[in-house]
Nanobody, 116 residues
Framework: QVQLVESGGGLVQPGGSLRLSCAAS????????WSWYRQASGKQREWVAR???????TYAPSVKGRFTISRDNAKMTTYLQMDSLKPEDTAVYYC??????????WGQGTQVTVSS
């Protein structure tokens, strides 16, 4: 069973930056699609960003231009660079790995708090 472990969350002031990482516990071959989601307190989980197997990326309108998703499949790791952070970005961030369109894995989440 593949496990995903996020890191890099924390407290940051508005306008600041954070870089989240998510590493898989083992290497797996196949078609890998990485995504990030977030869930603010009292709200439903929402999709944030995705990097497709071929390398193209897509973002939720609320983060486009501020967040950048990347991946290193050799290291089985995805990253989320978050710049120009706003208080409304405060949430628990989760990484997601979709393997060959068959299996889906989730991380345990990392808290990001944007506050002065």
């Amino acid at each position: 069973q593949v496990q995903l472990v996020e890191s890099g969350g924390g407290l940051v002031q508005p306008g600041g930056s954070l870089r989240l990482s998510c590493a898989a516990s083992q290497s797996i071959s196949g078609i890998l699609e990485w995504s990030w989601y977030r869930q603010a307190s009292g709200k439903q989980r929402e999709w944030v960003a995705r990097v497709f197997p071929a390398g193209s990326t897509t973002y939720a309108p609320s983060v486009k231009g501020r967040f950048t998703i990347s991946r290193d499949n050799a290291k089985m790791t995805t990253y989320l660079q978050m710049d120009s952070l706003k208080p409304e970005d405060t949430a628990v961030y989760y990484c997601n790995l979709l393997w060959s369109g068959v299996s889906e894995y989730w991380g345990q989440g990392t808290q990001v708090t944007v506050s002065s």
